[in-house]
């Protein structure tokens, strides 16, 4: 409101009231749009342009400007939001094949991860002791029956070794959440949504060959606690723990993106029992413990579960 404007409404006010039924009000004049303020002087110094350092000139606050004057700003509170979008994920037929035959267990496994999900534990890492166990294939499997029950998870590739989350729901990554580490993109450029699904994937696009295998900075886990606050579950493809990353990478990892669970894959077809309990050992001794053992695969005839039955197991039951 200009000062013309409250100068009509004081005088307007100030008559005595006069109680007749035909009285009108006229409307205002127009209000005309302040006309901007010419441009302060500029001068060169040296190579570069800039303002005069004059200290700027005080306004009345108390007028305000027209509403065409306020540029309008992004909303920071969708920058979380996937900019890219896909029907549903062509996913893979083990993965169908897996939830079909066993239904049974990942019933059971997705109601433990449901109630973990209920005290707080959003974040849930899946690893193993080689590469080529089934360890990204579970996770597709997980996340296709969480997004029936009505759970939005968001799948994380952190296997950033040999990246291939994104091959395996079938999409070409432009962007990956290792460029955000490096640049101010939001993290909606990096996502990719599956509509159809209820699924939402963040690739990591670009292998990495040396250096820290894991990120572990302020932004990484910037990023994650912002997963955790717009997703029901985040659900990170972990490297296998051989060489690269150790064991005391993977657990500085986990501080960083206050990774909840732990589960890691065998392969009951070449299950290797003292390495098994050695890693959780490990693992145990880094501050991560593992919440339970993932078996892969067709057991043999002699194991206790029978043919065809993977499960979950606790650690202990690994060894100590």
């Given at each position: 409101?200009?000062?013309?404007?409250?100068?009509?409404?004081?005088?307007?006010?100030?008559?005595?009231?006069?109680?007749?039924?035909?009285?009108?009000?006229?409307?205002?004049?127009?209000?005309?749009?302040?006309?901007?303020?010419?441009?302060?002087?500029?001068?060169?110094?040296?190579?570069?342009?800039?303002?005069?350092?004059?200290?700027?000139?005080?306004?009345?606050?108390?007028?305000?400007?027209?509403?065409?004057?306020?540029?309008?700003?992004?909303?920071?509170?969708?920058?979380?939001?996937?900019?890219?979008?896909?029907?549903?994920?062509?996913?893979?037929?083990?993965?169908?094949?897996?939830?079909?035959?066993?239904?049974?267990h990942w019933d059971r496994f997705a109601d433990t991860i449901i109630e973990a999900m209920?005290?707080?534990?959003?974040?849930?890492?899946?690893?193993?002791?080689h590469r080529n166990v089934g360890r990204t294939t579970t996770l597709l499997a997980l996340?296709?029956?969480?997004?029936?029950?009505?759970?939005?998870?968001?799948?994380?590739?952190?296997?950033?070794?040999?990246?291939?989350?994104?091959?395996?729901?079938?999409?070409?990554?432009?962007?990956?959440?290792?460029?955000?580490?490096?640049?101010?993109?939001?993290?909606?450029?990096?996502?990719?949504?599956?509509?159809?699904?209820?699924?939402?994937?963040?690739?990591?696009?670009?292998?990495?060959?040396?250096?820290?295998?894991?990120?572990?900075?302020?932004?990484?886990?910037?990023?994650?606690?912002?997963?955790?606050?717009?997703?029901?579950?985040?659900?990170?493809?972990?490297?296998?723990?051989?060489?690269?990353?150790?064991?005391?990478?993977?657990?500085?990892?986990?501080?960083?993106?206050?990774?909840?669970?732990?589960?890691?894959?065998?392969?009951?077809?070449?299950?290797?029992?003292?390495?098994?309990?050695?890693?959780?050992?490990?693992?145990?001794?880094?501050?991560?413990?593992?919440?339970?053992?993932?078996?892969?695969?067709?057991?043999?005839?002699?194991?206790?579960?029978?043919?065809?039955?993977?499960?979950?197991?606790?650690?202990?039951?690994?060894?100590?």
């Amino acid at each position: 409101m200009t000062s013309f404007d409250k100068s009509f409404i004081k005088a307007f006010t100030d008559q005595p009231h006069v109680a007749a039924p035909s009285a009108r009000v006229s409307a205002p004049p127009h209000i005309v749009s302040p006309t901007p303020a010419p441009a302060r002087e500029r001068r060169l110094s040296g190579a570069a342009t800039r303002v005069e350092d004059q200290p700027p000139a005080r306004r009345d606050t108390s007028e305000s400007l027209p509403l065409s004057s306020y540029t309008p700003r992004p909303k920071v509170h969708d920058s979380w939001r996937a900019m890219l979008e896909v029907d549903r994920f062509p996913w893979p037929a083990c993965c169908e094949e897996l939830l079909v035959r066993v239904r049974p267990h990942w019933d059971r496994f997705a109601d433990t991860i449901i109630e973990a999900m209920a005290s707080g534990q959003k974040c849930l890492g899946i690893s193993s002791l080689h590469r080529n166990v089934g360890r990204t294939t579970t996770l597709l499997a997980l996340s296709k029956i969480l997004a029936n029950r009505g759970m939005r998870p968001v799948l994380v590739d952190a296997d950033c070794i040999r990246p291939e989350l994104a091959e395996a729901c079938g999409v070409v990554v432009q962007t990956g959440w290792d460029d955000l580490l490096a640049s101010e993109l939001a993290l909606g450029e990096s996502l990719i949504a599956a509509v159809e699904d209820g699924v939402t994937l963040l690739p990591w696009r670009s292998a990495v060959t040396s250096g820290a295998v894991l990120p572990t900075s302020l932004k990484a886990g910037g990023i994650f606690g912002t997963l955790r606050e717009h997703y029901d579950l985040v659900l990170v493809d972990l490297p296998p723990l051989g060489t690269k990353p150790s064991v005391v990478e993977l657990a500085a990892f986990a501080s960083t993106v206050h990774l909840d669970r732990l589960y890691l894959v065998d392969d009951l077809r070449d299950h290797d029992r003292d390495a098994l309990a050695s890693t959780c050992n490990k693992l145990a001794r880094a501050g991560l413990a593992v919440a339970g053992i993932i078996e892969n695969f067709a057991a043999g005839p002699d194991h206790p579960r029978g043919a065809n039955h993977p499960g979950v197991r606790r650690p202990a039951a690994v060894g100590s």
